[in-house]
T-cell receptor, first 111, second 112 residues
Framework: QKEVEQDPGPLSVPEGAIVSLNCTYS??????FMWYRQYSRKGPELLMY????GNKEDGRFTAQVDKSSKYISLFIRDSQPSDSATYLC???????????FGAGTRLFVKA | SQTIHQWPATLVQPVGSPLSLECTVE??????LYWYRQAAGRGLQLLFY??????ISSEVPQNLSASRPQDRQFILSSKKLLLSDSGFYLC???????????FGPGTRLTVT
């Protein structure tokens, strides 16, 4: 079993839709959770960063962590064609130097 | 603010040739530094990480090596490239006490 599971998609939605991206993980020691956006042929860009359980909102983006279920989500409201990219979840534990990344979900937002 | 640079942006090299990719970080001191490889349509594979000058931890064997000659400089090398070394190489940094990593623009390597 992989430490982090993420559906690779592709996920195709119409402009304006609410998008839900998810990851599950197996290591209960993970405490720090991140979402990255990666455009084609570019480096990943940090979108959201949360610690432990709960929600965090930043503009159209909401990150949610449910540690009891070992499940994290990223919601994108009012999705735009410019949101078309690959979204990677990532997580690490306290004191750890290594971050574990999901394989990424490819998202297409159609105008 | 912090900035991370990688070069070259793209590289085409024949099998058996050497490799040197460079990464530098500006605007921070004593960062943790990372090298990742991303194959087409695949996730990120951690290759090396460094917590200080001269300190390198390797996650993969084979023909790649890394060095950190200065605090904010991280170099990925190979003496003889293989076809399987083709991919997108990403350098990343994070500061001590924080957990989020920041990535550079990447180097696309094609071994022919």
């Amino acid at each position: 079993q992989k430490e982090v599971e993420q559906d690779p998609g592709p996920l195709s939605v119409p402009e304006g839709a609410i998008v839900s991206l998810n990851c599950t993980y197996s290591n209960s020691a993970f405490q720090y959770f991140m979402w990255y956006r990666q455009y084609s042929r570019k480096g990943p860009e940090l979108l959201m960063y949360t610690y432990s359980s709960g929600n965090k909102e930043d503009g159209r983006f909401t990150a949610q962590v449910d540690k009891s279920s070992k499940y994290i989500s990223l919601f994108i409201r009012d999705s735009q064609p410019s949101d078309s990219a690959t979204y990677l979840c990532a997580m690490t534990g306290t004191g750890g130097f290594k971050t574990i990344f999901g394989a990424g979900t490819r998202l297409f937002v159609k105008a | 603010s912090q900035t991370i640079h990688q070069w070259p942006a793209t590289l085409v090299q024949p099998v058996g040739s050497p490799l040197s990719l460079e990464c530098t970080v500006e605007g921070t001191s004593n960062p943790n530094l990372y090298w990742y490889r991303q194959a087409a349509g695949r996730g990120l594979q951690l290759l090396f990480y460094s917590v200080g000058i001269g300190q390198i931890s390797s996650e993969v064997p084979q023909n790649l090596s890394a060095s950190r000659p200065q605090d904010r400089q991280f170099i990925l090398s190979s003496k003889k490239l293989l076809l399987s070394d083709s991919g997108f190489y990403l350098c990343a940094w994070r500061s001590w006490g924080n957990y989020e990593q920041y990535f550079g623009p990447g180097t696309r390597l094609t071994v022919t």
